[in-house]
């Protein structure tokens, strides 16, 4: 059933649109949804589950899941519903008959739990020290209220006498003892966190830095051979090589420099990565309205479809139900994304580069600031030093404003990964 109202006044020549209201229950209902920590991917999907009870008819579950975390999300909390002062409403405006259909959106609290450390959680622990609940209590007999005095004696009288457990304490202890041989140690914990870096695969048990990251991950061999280094090959000066690059850095065409006009005979498999390199980098100028004409880009990076098409499913994720004009499928590159695509730019750099980097030289082709350059560096393995004068001089940015050039990141071999800190940046 739909409910509707008059068409908005106006002037005689405004354009009316017209409002209703849709009371009718459909299979799919819309749901608004805040989420307490983690937020899913763009493309997740929930289910909704909605009583039977005709008490009940306004409570309802949403669920999803990914494949380490669960997310589950309710109308109520202790019987109670969340909200009772407001209702939400999610319209949507038909364009072809000027019309806007509202439809009555329950309000849910979505909750994750990763789903490794599920068999392990027990019960939150809500109690607080006894002396606070003294004090607490002793405040509540001096100045509360008739209610408040009455809930300080009920609260005394629910209150565990543990002589009248001591026979169980044996229970209880092989209970703790279950569920505390399954929790994760600190090394399950540190596995799980490097398991999510945004990061090539790697091998910590490396013993040179070299053989730290898979360059197959990096650089697919199915693309390897549609990386077209000839016409590079065929140029004969540092303009030749500019036009047939896609991005404009210094430290890319150095390396072209070097391997081309420096060498008897050019080493083609690094020259491929460092053409390579220079795609990502090309990508990572691109805006998320550039990303919607996947044609545009294509040609932008220079590159043959085979190659553009792994580095859109790569760096990108697609946006569920919606479609460019040209028919293929909107994506986007989330914050995860791109920091997957600029730890995959610095792998590539060091690994061209004999395993070390200046910071300066990352933050200038990508535009970072310096201290958030050295910490994807960092990110990925790398150890940050004082660079030499001699090193500093020889570095591709040495034009520039010395600001952090007297750093270097250099990847040693066994991989070592920043600490997480416990602090929150103030």
């Given amino acids: 059933m739909v409910a509707k109202r008059k068409s908005l006044g106006g002037d005689a020549g405004s354009k009316k649109i017209e409002v209703s209201i849709d009371t009718s229950r459909a299979a799919v209902q819309p749901v608004v949804a805040s989420f307490a920590a983690a937020v899913p991917p763009v493309a997740s999907t929930f289910a909704t589950y909605k009583s039977v009870d005709k008490n009940k ?158 360059m197959d991950d990096v650089l697919p061999k199915p693309i390897v051979s549609h990386i077209n280094v000839t016409p590079l090959t065929k140029a004969t000066d540092v303009d030749g090589y500019r036009q047939n690059l896609p991005v404009r850095s210094l430290f890319v065409l150095k390396k072209v420099e070097s391997l081309l006009l420096n060498q008897r005979k050019p080493d083609i498999d690094l020259l491929r990565r460092v053409v390579y390199l220079s795609y990502l980098m090309k990508f990572f100028t691109f805006s998320a309205s550039a990303l919607k004409n996947r044609d545009k880009c294509v040609e932008l990076l220079m590159c043959a479809p085979e190659v553009s098409d792994q580095i859109f499913e790569k760096f990108t994720e697609c946006v569920a139900g919606s479609v460019n004009p040209d028919g293929s499928p909107v994506v986007i590159r989330t914050p995860a994304s791109e920091s997957k695509l600029v730890c995959h730019i610095a792998v590539l750099m060091l690994a061209v580069n004999n395993w070390v980097v200046y910071p300066l030289e990352l933050s200038a082709d990508l535009g970072l600031p310096i201290r958030k350059a050295e910490k994807f560096l960092t990110s990925v393995g790398c150890k940050l030093e004082v660079a030499s004068a001699d090193e500093i001089a020889t570095c591709v940015m040495s034009k520039r404003p010395k600001a952090g050039a007297s750093k270097k990141a250099v990847l040693k071999a066994p991989i070592e990964f920043p600490k997480q800190s416990m602090h929150r940046a103030r």
């Fill in 57 to 214: 008819a306004s409570e309802c579950i949403v669920v999803s899941e990914t494949e380490k975390i669960e997310y589950v999300g309710q109308t109520f909390e202790d019987n109670k519903p969340l909200f009772t002062g407001c209702q939400y409403l999610v319209g949507v405006y038909d364009k072809t008959t000027d019309t806007v259909t509202f439809r009555t959106a329950p309000y849910v609290r979505i909750n994750s739990t990763i789903k490794s450390l599920k068999d392990s959680t027990g019960v939150v622990d809500r109690d607080i020290s006894s002396r606070i609940i003294q004090a607490r209590n002793e405040l509540g007999e001096a100045f509360g209220n008739k209610k408040r005095k009455a809930q300080i004696r009920a609260e005394e009288r629910n209150r565990i006498n543990m002589d009248s457990v001591k026979g169980d304490m044996s229970v209880i202890e092989a209970s703790i003892g279950v569920r505390t041989s399954s929790m994760p140690t600190a090394q399950d914990l540190k596995g799980l966190e490097n398991a999510n870096r945004p990061i090539p695969k790697y091998d910590p048990e490396a013993t040179k830095p070299e053989d730290i990251y898979d």
